[in-house]
């Protein structure tokens, strides 16, 4: 079974303050994603990387950076959390061998920003 | 651009009735459709997925969901609910030849009633 595991299941962090989470997947996923979730929005791309150092902007990238110095971690990077980045986010990742692969997903980082 | 409309935030059907949760989407070429479930603070689960080839496809805990071109539809289906298919149900599309990027719908939320 693939794992996608991510750091916190619970986070609180305070506006201005620099946060991190972070993402590893056991399976040899060349693709790595970083979704937010929030009620009634569905799911929004963030970043996403398809290989080691390698990213690009998904629908929402403002705030946020991300960095993948190993191909099993994809970290996101928020550098000076705000209140309106308190939300759910969700880690996922996939095989590259063909644009109709899965993506599996972590169980989710709750963060709030007071 | 690729869309997906999930057209009822709330569904609510009976233990045992079949159940239909309802997915449109929007693509300019061929269309790769997938269902996800996330139970109450958890990541999201796959389904199902459609490539291509038959219109129905089945997928886990006894869900199907139906292709239709004509109507751009891929509506998710059960004969009998359980009290346990009680989530929050995400479509999500991705267009051939744009990319690895999903769009999910704004997701819909699934109430079996004992």
């Known amino acids: 079974d693939v794992k996608v595991t991510q750091s916190s299941r619970y986070l609180v962090k305070r506006t201005g303050e620099k946060v991190f989470l972070e993402c590893v997947q056991d399976?040899?996923?060349?693709?790595m994603f970083w979704y937010r979730q929030d009620p009634g929005l569905g799911l929004r791309l963030i970043y996403f990387?398809?290989?080691?150092?390698?990213?690009e902007k998904g629908d929402i990238p403002e705030g946020y950076s991300v960095s993948r110095e190993k191909k099993e971690r994809f970290s996101l990077i928020l550098e000076s959390a705000s209140t309106n980045q308190t939300s759910m986010y969700l880690c996922?990742?996939?095989?590259?061998?063909?644009?109709?692969?899965?993506?599996?997903f972590g169980p989710g980082t709750r963060l709030t920003v007071l | 651009a690729q869309s997906v409309a999930q057209p009822e935030d709330q569904v609510n059907v009976a233990e045992g009735n079949p159940l239909t949760v309802k997915c449109t989407y929007s693509v300019s070429g061929n269309p790769y459709l997938f269902w996800y479930v996330q139970y109450p603070n958890r990541g999201l689960q796959f389904l199902l997925k459609y490539i291509t080839g038959d219109n129905l496809v089945k997928g886990s805990y006894g869900f199907e969901a139906e292709f239709n071109k004509s109507q751009t539809s891929f509506h998710l289906k059960k004969p009998s609910a359980l009290v346990s298919d009680s989530a929050l149900y995400f479509c999500a599309v991705r267009e051939y030849n744009y990319g690895q990027n999903f769009v999910f719908g704004p997701g819909t939320r699934l109430s079996v009633l004992p």
């Open positions: 990387s398809y290989d080691v150092k390698m990213k």
């Open positions: 996922a990742s996939s095989l590259a061998s063909g644009r109709t692969d899965t993506q599996y």
């Open positions: 399976m040899d996923h060349e693709n």
